[in-house]
């Protein structure tokens, strides 16, 4: 290879729609043709692949096949909800046969390389991108990280029906500062280590083919060029063998965020500080070969790069099949079965957030099939693009069945009355005044409201305030002023703050952006057909004063433990505490909280220890044991004392004290779901390793010690009762 053809392996271009700054290059023909690019993006169909891969591999000089990626993040055509309610169903096995089919359909168009998963730990809900991950928790989220993986890239990447995975965003990009996207982010070492690392170190356990860097700097140094982070803590400590590919033009930013001032120094501190492939701002393409000639970068290094970006195009199979199969790629697509799955994702998706009594009666959910006559009103009940959330890849808004559709088809013309009531953002009185006279015609009432989910979700669209947006807050007061049972539906991104809405409204559902199954899996949940058991991933805040807001938070030195903190502080002992003067501490809901048609019961959690080593503990982590000897039982009663069967997520929680570092109050280290009948019990155990009881100490290292264990099975980050034990020497 030439050193021009090396450098072409480290290069690619948007060639579809761009979604991102442009960078001027478009020539892709003869550029591929010159062995000047290695991946290309954003194209969508086996044929646009096909033209391009046919000039690569039959009039280039050295024949390599292209790779093709593209952003299929939750689904490909059949579009699953948005990753943050993926998450929400708390189930990595269903999130890995969702990334199956995704993988099945991208492959089909001649897609091999997907820019997913978000692992990005995301604690504050003003960051549109928390839409796109798994949350705040760094267990949950590893869970769902190798999830992904596992689904995307199968048992053999070079399977026709596998893609490889692209965790991202390397790293801290959740933590931007104010919640504003792009912006800067401080981490200490530690905290990083703790919380935002452990997802992508699972992702690439589970032998993610590639990995995305971040756009922010890390404490003053950019993610695009941290030796430390894409260096010492990827290669060296981890091992990774996979392509590292820059964001975008996330290369040519160094020069904005002050670190070079050209393209050449941008190049040369983003190569040499661990970026394999340059996205879109085309300085590899411009300065790398001079770069190498010049001295400044050992061809060594390119030669290394290089052979990863080749690995990875044989483990693909490209080499053997660059070709994708045109006459198959449309029956891969919306598949019976891929379409009974997205339905049960979105079913397993919503959280149930309150189901009150209405006055003086039952909850309000699930309906009665009884029930008569229904007004569905909102901005979110008949628009089938908001369905598909942000980054829908091939998604269609055609294919999106809206509740309102589905509504229509159950109860028929006369048992629905529908009303816009207004937009997401504008709409007019008249509007107000036609749903409020569509609503005194019902039996109930339910509120589909919410977020515009390509304006205020995902990339570029974080928020200052998070209540409902437009008018929607005005039709909702003045709906559940005509005194009708009202069930409030909320579609979006992140958690809004609306206490309004959770003092006033009896029933209020979570439903995300649920994708093509939306309406058909609403029905079912709001009839009982399905028993909602979706948990919250990141903690809902009651003002964006609080955020960033997590429950695995320190417990400070001045905690406000039990104080009442709904009320200004009455003395000293109130007020010299961590608290606000104006909201309380606690979120709206918290992490891992969800309810459910039925009633679960928590049984005092039982040890099988009451003491452990930390050595023997130590050994097992060297050894790199999950469980062992060193392990202790843990477990609990839980009984379903409803009268519907149900899927209840028992959670594991363990607090540390006594220890080098201070550590969170509680920090999920395990969980498991259960079916439980009505009046069954199952005895949930959990077997707790080292992993559970080591932490990244005062030394910087990772390591279990002697100290105080609190442990807790329960529903929620926030309840349930607790055990303790110790660890010694
Ligand atoms: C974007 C996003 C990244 C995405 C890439 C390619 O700017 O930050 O998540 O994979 O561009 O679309």
């Known amino acids: 290879m030439t050193l021009e053809e090396k450098v072409g392996q480290l290069v690619q271009y948007s060639a579809g729609q761009p979604t991102g700054p442009g960078t001027g290059r478009t020539d892709y023909d003869s550029m591929i043709r010159k062995g000047e690019v290695g991946a290309l993006f954003n194209i969508t169909t086996a044929r646009e692949v096909n033209v391009y891969q046919r000039i690569a591999v039959e009039q280039s000089r050295l024949r390599i096949p292209l790779l093709f990626g593209l952003d299929v993040i939750h689904g490909f055509r059949t579009e699953f909800p948005i990753p943050l309610g993926l998450a929400s169903s708390w189930d990595p096995q269903l999130v890995e046969r969702a990334a199956r089919v995704a993988a099945r359909e991208a492959s089909a168009s001649g897609i091999r390389w997907t820019f997913s998963p978000v692992v990005d730990i995301a604690r504050d809900a003003r960051w549109g991108r928390m839409a796109e991950g798994s949350g705040e928790d760094p267990y949950l989220g590893s869970a ?156 060594a290094r390119v030669d290394e790069a290089v052979r990863r970006v080749l690995r990875v195009k044989f483990a693909l199979g490209l080499f053997e099949h660059p070709y994708s199969d045109e006459v198959k790629e449309a029956a891969a697509m919306l598949r019976p079965e891929s379409l009974t799955l997205a339905r049960t994702a979105a079913e397993q998706s919503f959280v149930l957030l309150k189901n009150s009594a209405s006055p003086g009666g039952a909850p309000i959910l699930p309906l009665s099939t009884e029930t008569r ?87 570029a669209a974080s928020r200052a305030h998070l209540g409902l947006p437009g008018r929607q807050q005005q039709l909702l007061e003045k709906i559940v002023a005509t005194g009708k049972p009202v069930v409030l539906l909320l579609f979006s991104g992140r958690p809004l ?49 609080q955020e960033p807001l997590y429950y695995n938070a320190l417990n400070t030195g001045r905690p406000a433990g039990n104080i009442d903190l709904t009320r200004p502080p009455k003395n000293g002992d109130e007020k010299f ?16 909280y969800g309810l459910s048609y039925s ?37 609990a009663d839980v009984t379903n004392t409803g009268t519907r069967a149900g899927e209840e997520t028992v959670q594991l929680y363990v607090r540390l ?3 080098s570092v201070a550590l969170p109050v509680r920090a999920l280290s395990g969980f498991q779901r259960v079916t439980l009948t009505p009046g069954e019990t199952k005895k949930v155990t959990f077997t707790v390793g080292p992993d559970a009881f080591a932490f990244w100490n005062d030394q910087n290292k990772f390591a279990v010690e002697p100290a105080r264990v609190t442990i807790w099975v329960s529903p929620d980050s926030s309840s349930g009762s607790e055990a303790t034990l110790q660890i010694v020497k």
């Not at 130590?618 to 477990?635: F, I, K, M, Q, T």
């Open 373 to 459: 006559t229904i007004a569905l009103i909102g901005p979110l009940a008949d628009d089938q693009n908001n369905m598909l959330g942000s980054w829908a890849a091939r998604g269609r808004a055609e294919d999106v069945v809206t509740l309102r559709a589905a509504l229509t088809q159950k109860l028929g013309v006369d048992g629905l009355r529908y009303a816009k009531g207004t937009e997401i953002i504008g709409g007019s009185d008249d509007q107000i005044a036609d749903a409020v006279r569509t609503a005194e015609q019902a039996d109930v009432v339910i509120l589909a409201l919410g977020e515009d989910a390509p304006a205020m979700t995902g990339e």
């Open 497 to 545: 703050t609306m206490p309004w809405a959770f003092e006033h409204v009896p029933a209020v559902v979570a439903a995300w952006f649920p994708g093509v199954q939306a309406g058909p899996a609403l029905l079912r949940a709001l009839f009982g057909e399905v028993n909602p058991s979706g948990k919250l991933v990141v903690s809902w805040p009651r003002a964006v004063g």
């Open 144 to 299: 769902m990280a190798s999830a992904y993986v596992r689904g995307y890239q199968g048992t053999r990447l070079d399977a026709a029906d596998s893609i490889a995975a692209c965790p991202k965003h390397f790293v801290g990009y959740g933590a931007a500062e104010g919640g504003r996207d792009y912006n800067s982010v401080e981490l200490s070492e530690h905290t990083l280590r703790q919380f935002y690392l452990p997802p992508f170190h699972a992702a690439v356990d589970a032998g993610a083919a590639t990995l995305m860097g971040a756009f922010n700097s890390l404490n003053a140094v950019p993610a695009s060029a941290n030796p430390f982070t894409l260096r010492q803590i990827l290669r060296t400590e981890w091992g990774f063998q996979g392509v590292v590919d820059s964001d975008w033009t996330s290369v040519a930013e160094l020069v904005a965020h002050g670190i070079a001032n050209d393209g050449a120094a941008a190049a040369r501190k983003a190569f040499l500080g661990g970026v394999d492939m340059d996205m879109a701002s085309s300085l590899y393409h411009d300065h790398l070969a001079q770069l190498v000639r010049s001295g400044e970068v050992p061809e």
């Open 577 to 592: 505490v961590s608290r606000y003067i104006d909201v309380p501490n606690s979120p709206q809901f918290p992490f891992g």
């Open 657 to 659: 004290q006594g220890t």
């Open 599 to 635: 009633n679960y019961q928590y049984g005092q959690p039982r040890l099988s220890k009451e003491q452990l080593s930390a050595g023997a503990l130590n050994d097992e982590l060297c050894a790199g044991g999950r469980a062992s000897n060193a392990a202790v039982e843990v477990s």
